[in-house]
């Protein structure tokens, strides 16, 4: 007999299925519709081009690296005090390259990171040998400043619980301008579909090979498929910094939303030991 737990994953993946698929066919139009905008453009204003096709790839983008569909722009329902403090000065550095940055990392060595946020710091135990394209991608965009000043844009408390980070639109549809590929994806943690608290992994688009910048942070035990390069482990403080901002809830109040509280990471550092 399907228990009400068991239903209730089961009804959390489905949802979460159908969401990757309307991402991507969402995705896909826009783009097709960039593509004749630019063209048209091409025509019309030659001089201005670049500029603007820019202006609308960032309007019109759907959201490119997420572990499901956001709604942030709905209604809030009720909101919890703010626990966190006032972002550090500074601005988001706009960045981007071509491809994949040449690995440096030692795949032998221990790496973990530092996210300082605005909720307090948060540790990550890398998992350097089993994910390498993963963590030497953060510690090259960690070395650029490219999470600083990042707001922590997406927060899920039903169904799935993460926070997810790493975007620096603060909107779901950021990235670096490259991918790396999936790995780790058989971690030994990832049993029955279910995704551990304390995991760190990669957002995507839903498809293979896509992630870019954006990760999430699972603060408790969330059903997932295996598609999410794990690369990383929360440390025990840092799980208190994830459970204050998760108990703020999100803006919604339908469970997946921005979060209330105010999670911008004032900077971020990859560390070798």
């Known amino acids: 007999m399907v228990t009400q737990d068991q239903r209730r994953r089961q009804l959390a993946r489905e949802k979460f299925l159908r969401q990757q698929q309307r991402r991507t066919e969402a995705r896909n139009k826009a783009r097709v519709r960039n593509s004749v905008i630019a063209s048209v453009l091409g025509v019309v204003l030659v001089g201005s081009l670049a500029l603007y096709t820019t202006g609308v790839l960032k309007d019109d983008d759907t959201k490119t690296n997420a572990a499901a569909e956001v709604t942030p722009s709905a209604a809030p329902t009720s909101k919890a005090p703010d626990p966190c403090a006032k972002p550090a000065e500074g601005k988001v550095k706009s960045q981007s390259w071509k491809k994949e940055p040449a690995t440096t990392v030692d795949t032998s060595a221990t790496y973990t990171m530092k996210l300082a946020t605005t909720c307090g710091d948060i540790g990550v135990a890398m998992k350097t040998s089993a994910a390498p394209h993963t963590v030497n991608s953060f510690d090259f965009l960690a070395g650029k400043g490219y999470f600083d000043h990042t707001k922590c844009h997406r927060l899920t408390t039903n169904g799935i619980y993460v926070l997810q980070c790493g975007d620096p639109e603060g909107s779901g549809s950021g990235g670096p301008g490259y991918t790396i590929p999936d790995e780790n994806l058989k971690d030994k943690s990832l049993k029955d579909n279910t995704y551990p608290a304390g995991t760190v992994a990669m957002a995507n688009t839903g498809q293979p090979h896509t992630g870019g910048s954006q ?35 999100e803006n919604t109040g339908q469970g997946d939303g921005a979060p209330n509280a105010t999670v911008v990471i004032d900077k971020a550092t990859v560390t070798k030991s």
């Open 215 to 249: 990760f999430f942070l699972v603060y408790e035990d969330s059903p997932l498929p295996p598609s999410y390069t794990p690369f990383g482990t929360v440390d025990a403080a840092g799980m208190k910094v994830l459970k204050k901002i998760a108990a703020a809830g």
